[in-house]
């Protein structure tokens, strides 16, 4: 068959090559006159720090209607400042702006006098010791729990380990059954040797985490990116919207090298959380032990936690009172994308606030709310296209 | 006295020159290692292409690098991945451009476009994306038997079998950057049969004298070392092949659009094409459980090269007034105990009180 076309335009070349040139040479101008890549710029004071470990409470400019304060753990893969990576683009502000009363885990960088930390140091430890500060500093018997990916499963472990000490529990694109393909991560894990790498390593370093992140897709991550981050150069805001990003994105921790052996083995290889067998310390976790109100939220194309991982938590829980929710998006689109802003955090805000029994009277707006109290096991699915 | 004093001052000179030996060999296998699985070497500059332009860029970019605002880490970093990243763009442009000028003039039929690509370019941006250097290897190999001829002396016999087979080695490799992924394999079998006719004979015979427990290291680094080559190349192999289909894949999908009447006019389409071509291949093979083994096995082959690694360096450093790896993790562990019992003596004090 021949085809040959006509309209052929060797110019087009020409344009091309030109218009690659001016955005390369545009963005350079643009980059060399950014002097700072703010994140996590929502105010807040620390109250209590141990070891490497940081918690901060954050300034409510209104009036908490909330009572309950809530504690946002986060991964210690990746930084906390995700939740707050923007102005516009903050989970945290939107959240504080509902009346909620927060504070956040800083897990800090480990280094190699930290490689004998244990998931036991981290949950029974340093999140107990946490815990207590905030229940002590707000004088009261519970807290709520908010935990998002690896800080999900570190929250539905204490929970099970300290029922008594959290009032409500959320979790946002968490692991709990380890036991699915759907998700590279998974597969991958299975076939490591992770007592030869933290042997070797002590603290396994954040670039080879990364290298495994970005290997889940290759093409669009080393090259597509950068590529298309020519077509927003001109424009400042944009550009520090793809940097703030791109320095969350590299911005990883090393991983204590006993906490990763633990975790990978027994959760990634074995799948111990979900079949009732991981042991904390001397305490084996028994999800059954979740009796408290659990509200779960998993993203429908998330390709890191992917939903088979997360969704089966409502099944191991002994919570009357549970919501498995889904937001039509990937797992970063969970806290930075638009649609998350005007739907997730209202949801999160009316569901604490519907369990929370010394709320004020302020009214709240709220928007796509769900039913107080669902005591069912069915999904929400939230409206809207992909978030990512 | 005198030849006392010969004898600690020429121990010494071996002592520097091995550990000098093998701090280099070290930095070399870190170099290597580095673009295993991706970031670090994944983005070094290409070059040799559109050179004037590309060089061009690359000066401008450079001068940004190196002055000014770029003094902020990030921000250089972001730089350099700008650099990098277009070049691997502008690399993808030169075999549009073939493309494009098929499509202009000539048959649409897939045979024809492959007869256009060129492997050896093709292979250059796979090696990027996926932080390879071919030369890693034969790199760490002569460094290894730079150390082990240092250590052993080479009067054993054992490394002239090994530089024999690394230049053979070396001779294949034209071939190889020719886009024949299939070399990589004769080129570890060479590697690996002059392994185990000399030094891996030697790993089964006990060593003994003075430096009995280095030469034994050395000895198992270096087969540690024929294991993370095999590893290696067998994994590379597989990416290769992967890589080469996706690529037919592409030239295919682009040769039945063209056949449709559909214009495949600008650079931006045939990269869009590309790039998801590629992810689609890539994310198949990955889901595979033999992509997962391969993975887990040459990152065990990695980390067991560098951990003998870091012993070996140990026993050398240990004649040096320096505290070694080894010591300070005993004292982390005292450290992290200690702790650990303070803090349950806190929290004792803390229940007794309430």
Known sequence: MRATVDKFDMQN????LGEVNRKL????????????????????????????????????????????????????????????IQPDRSIVRNLLQRGMDLYIIDWGYPTKADMYLTLDDYISGY??????????????????????????????????????????????????????????????????????????????????????FLMLMPYTLNIR???????????????????????WIFDSPGQAGECF????????????????????????????N?????????????????????????DLVGSEDKTLYEFKGGHIGV?????????????????????????????????????????????????????? | MESSKNYFDNWLKSQELAFGTLTEMTQKFQQALQGFGGSSGAMQGFGGFQELYTSWTTSVLNAMQNSGNADIPFVKELLGKTLTGSNAYLKLYEIWTLFSKTIQDSVASPDFYKTMSDPAKYKEILDRIFGFDPTATFRITEQALKLFETLAGSSQGFTKTWMDASDKTLKSFPHMMGGHPEEFM?????????????????????????????????????????????????????????????????IATVADKVSKGEEVKRFDEFFDVWIDVNENTYYTLFQTEDFSKKQGALLDAAVNVRQHFFKLMELYLFDFPIVVRSEMDDLYKTVYDLKRKVRNLEKQIEEVRA
Request: proline fraction near 3%; glycine fraction near 6%; aromatic fraction near 8%.
């Open chain 2, 186 to 250: 004769k080129i570890f079998h060479t590697l690996f049969s002059a392994f185990d006719s000399t030094a891996g004979r030697a790993f089964h015979v006990p060593a003994v004298g003075k430096d009995r427990e280095k030469i034994e290291l050395v000895l198992r680094s270096l087969d540690d070392l024929s294991v993370y080559l095999a590893r290696k190349t067998e994994y590379e192999h597989m990416m290769y092949v992967t890589g080469i289909g996706a690529f037919e894949k592409v």
């Open chain 1, 335 to 388: 806290f930075v994308g638009s649609k998350s802003q005007k739907e997730l955090a209202p949801t999160i805000s009316k569901w604490l606030h519907d369990r929370t029994q010394d709320q004020t009277t302020k009214k709240i707006v709220e928007t796509n709310a769900i039913p107080a109290k669902a005591k069912s096991k069915g999904v929400r699915k939230a409206a809207g296209k992909n978030n990512r």
């Open chain 1, 290 to 314: 979740i009796t408290m109100p659990l509200l779960n939220i998993y993203a429908s194309a998330d390709h890191l936690v992917p939903p088979a991982a997360s969704k089966p938590l409502n």
């Open chain 1, 127 to 212: 999140l107990d010791n946490c815990v207590d500060v905030i229940r002590k500093r707000a004088t009261q018997e519970k807290i709520n729990l908010m935990g998002i990916c690896q800080g999900g499963t570190f929250c539905g472990i204490y929970s099970s380990l300290y029922p008594e000490k959290v009032a409500n529990l959320v979790t946002l694109v968490a692991p709990f059954d380890f036991s699915t393909n759907d998700g590279l991560l998974f597969s991958w894990s299975r076939h490591m040797n992770v007592d030869a790498l933290v042997d070797t390593y002590r603290v396994i370093p954040g670039d080879f985490l990364n290298s495994g």
């Open chain 1, 25 to 84: 040479i545009k963005g350079t101008e643009t980059l060399t006159g950014i002097d700072e890549i703010d994140v996590g710029t929502a105010p807040k004071e620390l109250v209590y720090e141990e070891d490497k470990l940081k918690l901060y409470h954050y300034k409510q400019e209104g009036s908490v209607t909330c009572r309950t304060p809530v504690l946002i753990v986060y991964a210690l893969v990746n930084r906390q400042y995700m939740l707050d």
């Open chain 1, 13 to 16: 070349f020409i344009q091309e």
């Open chain 1, 261 to 288: 052996r633990q975790f990978l083995k027994d959760c990634y290889q074995d799948n111990k959380l979900a079949k009732g067998e991981l042991k904390i310390g001397d305490r084996v976790v028994d999800l059954k």
């Open chain 1, 225 to 247: 990116k950068y590529v298309d981050m020519l077509n927003v150069v001109e424009d400042k805001e944009k550009l520090l919207n793809f940097l703030r990003m791109e320095k």
